[in-house]
C-alpha cells in the first residue's frame, strides 16, 4: 500500500499530536483512513453505523475529555449526516476533526455514485476547512498533507475550541494486498506554543478603579463545565466581598445558601420598582449561552450607558467575536476566567484590608440580601407547587418525577440534559452542591437531535455514573445511538414519556391554537420496551411517585449492563401543574395576566 502512505501515516500524526479516541462510520471509499486508525495499536477506535448518531457520540466524547476526537466516513451523503453534530460542536465549542473521504473532484458532476461537492461542506460552521491531494508523487503533496494535519489538530484546540474538516480525495485501490506490508512512517510533528492572555498593568489597574466605582456588582455564568476552583473562588466573592453570583443547572451552579439559581421563577413578573432595585452598576459575566428567557429578558432591559454608570464586562479567553448578548457590553476582556476572578477577588480583598474596611460592606451586602432573599422565596414557591396534588389526581408528573430523581443522583455522578422541557424543569429544581453533580447539555444550538448519542459518547470516556434525563421525543428520534455497537454499561437513561412534544402545551402560543396535537405535539404512541430489549439494556417502567422511588436505588446501582427506566406521564396534567406554577407566579409577584 505505499501509493496510500501519506494516509496510512495519518492515524499516526493523530496519536503524536494527542488524539487517542476515533469514530469511524463504515464506508468503501473511507477504507484507507478506516484501517489506518483501526490497525494503529495507540488508537482507541469505535464503529457505529449511523454517521449523524457517530458524530454526536464523537461530540459526548470530547465534551467529557476536552480533547479532539476524528469521526470518519465515507463520501457523499454520509458527510452531510454529520452537519447536526457539527453545528452543536461549533457553537458548544467542543474539539473535533472530520477526517471525510472524496472522490477526486475530476469525477464531479459525472453521474458517478456517492460523488458531492465536500469542499467547504460545512460552510461557516467549522474553524476551517482543508481539503487534501489524491496523488502523493511530488514530496510537496506529503508536506502539505502533514503541514494541513497539524494545523488542523491543533486549530480544534485552540480557544474557542471547535470542529476542523478535513476532506481526503482518494484513489483506487484502496485495500492492501493480504501480502502487503502496512507500516506508519515517520511523521512530522509541529508543535503550537499557544500564549495565555495576559492583560497590562494599566488594564488591570483601570478596571479595578472601575470595579471600585461601581456600588452594586452582579456576576452571571453561563454554560460552562463543571470546576470546582471556579466554585470556590465565586463563593468568596459572594460570601466575603457581597457579590450576587447568578447561574442556572448548565453553568454548574449547585444550589447552596449563596448562589442565586432560581431567577427563572422570582424574575419571571417583578415590578419595576423591584426591578430597579436589582440592577447591577456593574455586571460581569462569564461562560456561554444562558438557558432561562426571565433571566436574559431581565438583564438586556436596562442597556449600559456611559463611563462607571451601567457597566458590562464579559471574560473569555480570547476577544475576536464580541459576545454582546444582552445588548449592554462596554468591556470585553481577554483572559481565562478562573484566574481573572482569583486576580480580582485578592486584590479587592487586599484593597479591603489596607482600607480597614473588611467589615463595612453593607451596600454590597444590601444588594446581596435583596437577590437572595428573592431566590429562597422563590425556592419556597417550587417547593409548594410541587407538594400540592395537581386538581382531583395526585400521580407523577414529569416535574415531580425530575425533582425526586435529581435529588436521588449518585454523589459524583454525571448529569446530561436533553433539550427542550427536561432541562427547564432540571433548572427548576437544580441539584445541591454535597451532591457534586457535573452537569452537561447540547446548548450549542439546543436541538433535540443527538442528546442520546452525546450522553453515549459521555459514557465511554469515564468510569462514573452518567445519567441522561431526556423526553420521549428525544429520545425516539435517536434511537440510533444504542444500534449498533455496545451500550457501556455506566450509562442511565431515564426517559419521560407523555406521548409527544410536551413543551408545546406549556410555551404560549402553540398551546393555543386547535392543531396542537396534531402539528407540534406529535403525539406517537411509542413505548422504549422493544428499544431497550434490542439493544440489551436493563429496561423498567412506572407510573407512580411510589414506583419511582422504590426503584431508583437499585437503578442507580452500577452493573454490567446499562438501564434505561421509562417513567409515562398525562401531558394533560403536566400541563395543569405548569399553569398552577405560572398562576402562583402572578399572586406572589404580581406578574400582569
Known amino acids: 500500500m505505499p501509493v496510500l502512505q501519506p494516509i496510512v501515516n495519518i492515524a499516526e500524526l493523530l496519536y503524536q499530536k494527542g488524539i487517542t479516541d476515533v469514530i469511524v462510520s463504515p464506508g468503501s471509499r473511507s477504507a484507507p483512513l478506516t484501517l489506518a486508525v483501526a490497525r494503529h495499536p495507540q488508537l482507541r477506535v469505535r464503529v457505529?453505523?449511523?454517521?449523524?448518531?457517530?458524530?454526536?457520540?464523537?461530540?459526548?466524547?470530547?465534551?467529557?475529555?476536552?480533547?479532539?476526537v476524528a469521526v470518519i466516513c465515507t463520501s457523499g451523503s454520509a458527510v452531510y449526516n454529520l452537519s447536526p453534530?457539527?453545528?452543536?460542536?461549533?457553537?458548544?465549542?467542543?474539539?473535533?476533526?472530520?477526517?471525510?473521504?472524496?472522490?477526486?473532484h475530476e469525477w464531479l458532476y459525472q453521474q458517478d455514485g456517492q460523488t458531492i461537492n465536500q469542499v467547504g461542506i460545512f460552510g461557516t460552521h467549522v474553524k476551517r476547512s482543508y481539503d487534501l491531494p489524491p496523488d502523493y508523487t511530488h514530496p510537496d503533496a506529503r508536506w502539505f498533507i502533514e503541514r494541513s494535519l497539524n494545523e488542523a489538530i491543533t486549530l480544534s484546540q485552540l480557544y474557542p475550541a471547535g470542529p476542523v474538516h478535513v476532506n481526503v480525495p482518494l484513489r483506487e485501490p484502496f485495500y492492501p494486498d493480504p501480502n502487503e506490508s502496512f507500516a506508519y512512517g515517520p511523521v512530522r510533528v509541529i508543535k503550537t506554543c499557544a500564549a495565555q492572555p495576559t492583560l497590562s498593568p494599566e488594564t488591570w489597574h483601570s478596571l479595578l478603579n472601575e470595579w471600585e466605582h461601581c456600588d452594586k456588582k452582579l456576576i452571571a455564568v453561563g454554560q460552562l463545565p463543571h470546576n470546582p476552583?471556579?466554585?470556590?473562588?465565586?463563593?468568596?466573592?459572594?460570601?466575603?466581598?457581597?457579590?450576587?453570583?447568578v447561574g442556572e443547572i448548565t453553568s454548574n451552579m449547585p444550589k447552596n445558601d449563596l448562589f442565586i439559581t432560581h431567577t427563572d421563577t422570582f424574575l419571571a413578573g417583578i415590578d419595576e420598582q423591584t426591578a430597579q432595585s436589582l440592577r447591577p452598576d456593574l455586571l460581569l459575566t462569564i461562560g456561554d449561552s444562558f438557558l432561562t428567557r426571565n433571566l436574559k429578558t431581565f438583564l438586556r432591559q436596562d442597556p449600559a450607558r456611559g463611563p462607571h454608570h451601567h457597566q458590562h464586562w464579559h471574560i473569555q479567553p480570547s476577544v475576536d467575536r464580541l459576545n454582546d448578548s444582552f445588548q449592554s457590553l462596554t468591556?470585553?476582556?481577554?483572559?481565562?476566567?478562573?484566574?481573572?476572578?482569583?486576580?480580582?477577588?485578592?486584590?479587592?480583598?487586599?484593597?479591603?484590608?489596607?482600607?480597614g474596611d473588611d467589615d463595612d460592606d453593607s451596600d454590597s451586602h444590601e444588594f446581596l440580601n435583596r437577590w437572595q432573599t428573592l431566590d429562597r422565596q422563590a425556592n419556597r414557591l417550587l417547593e409548594k407547587t410541587l407538594s400540592q396534588p395537581v386538581g382531583q389526581l395526585v400521580g407523577l408528573t414529569d416535574w415531580s418525577a425530575v425533582q425526586l430523581i435529581l435529588e436521588r443522583l449518585p454523589t459524583n455522578s454525571i448529569l446530561h440534559l436533553a433539550n427542550s422541557m427536561p432541562v427547564r424543569y432540571a433548572n427548576l429544581c437544580g441539584v445541591a452542591e454535597q451532591q457534586h453533580i457535573s452537569v452537561s447539555a447540547n446548548r450549542g444550538v439546543s436541538g433535540?437531535?443527538?442528546?442520546?448519542?452525546?450522553?453515549?459518547?459521555?459514557?465511554l470516556m469515564t468510569d462514573q455514573l452518567v445519567t441522561l434525563l431526556t423526553g420521549d421525543v428525544a429520545f425516539f428520534?435517536?434511537?440510533?445511538?444504542?444500534?449498533?455497537?455496545?451500550?457501556?454499561?455506566?450509562?442511565?437513561?431515564i426517559l419521560l414519556n407523555n406521548d409527544g412534544g410536551h413543551i408545546f402545551r406549556i410555551i404560549d402560543g402553540p398551546n393555543r391554537q386547535p392543531e396542537l396535537e396534531t402539528y407540534f405535539e406529535t403525539p406517537h404512541g411509542y413505548t422504549a420496551r422493544n428499544t431497550a430489549e434490542d439493544a440489551r439494556l436493563t429496561y423498567a417502567l412506572c407510573d407512580s411517585p411510589e414506583t419511582l422511588g422504590a426503584l431508583l436505588p437499585d437503578f442507580f446501582q452500577p452493573g454490567n449492563t446499562?438501564?434505561?427506566?421509562?417513567?409515562?406521564?398525562?401531558?394533560?396534567?403536566?400541563?395543569?401543574?405548569?399553569l398552577a406554577y405560572k398562576a402562583q407566579l402572578k399572586v406572589v409577584y404580581n406578574t400582569p395576566k
Open 85 to 104: 453534530a457539527v453545528v452543536e460542536a461549533f457553537f458548544g465549542q467542543v474539539p473535533l476533526l472530520l477526517l471525510t473521504a472524496d472522490r477526486p
Open 477 to 493: 428520534y435517536d434511537r440510533n445511538a444504542l444500534w449498533s455497537a455496545a451500550v457501556p454499561a455506566n450509562l442511565r437513561i
Open 448 to 459: 433535540i437531535d443527538g442528546c442520546l448519542s452525546t450522553a453515549v459518547g459521555a459514557a
Open 48 to 68: 457505529l453505523a449511523d454517521e449523524r448518531s457517530a458524530c454526536f457520540v464523537a461530540l459526548g466524547m470530547a465534551q467529557q475529555t476536552g480533547k479532539t
Open 229 to 245: 476552583a471556579l466554585l470556590a473562588v465565586l463563593s468568596k466573592l459572594s460570601e466575603e466581598i457581597g457579590i450576587p453570583i
Open 562 to 578: 446499562a438501564k434505561l427506566l421509562e417513567l409515562t406521564t398525562d401531558k394533560r396534567i403536566n400541563q395543569e401543574q405548569f
Open 331 to 355: 468591556t470585553a476582556i481577554a483572559a481565562e476566567p478562573l484566574a481573572f476572578l482569583e486576580k480580582l477577588f485578592a486584590d479587592v480583598d487586599y484593597q479591603r484590608f489596607l482600607q
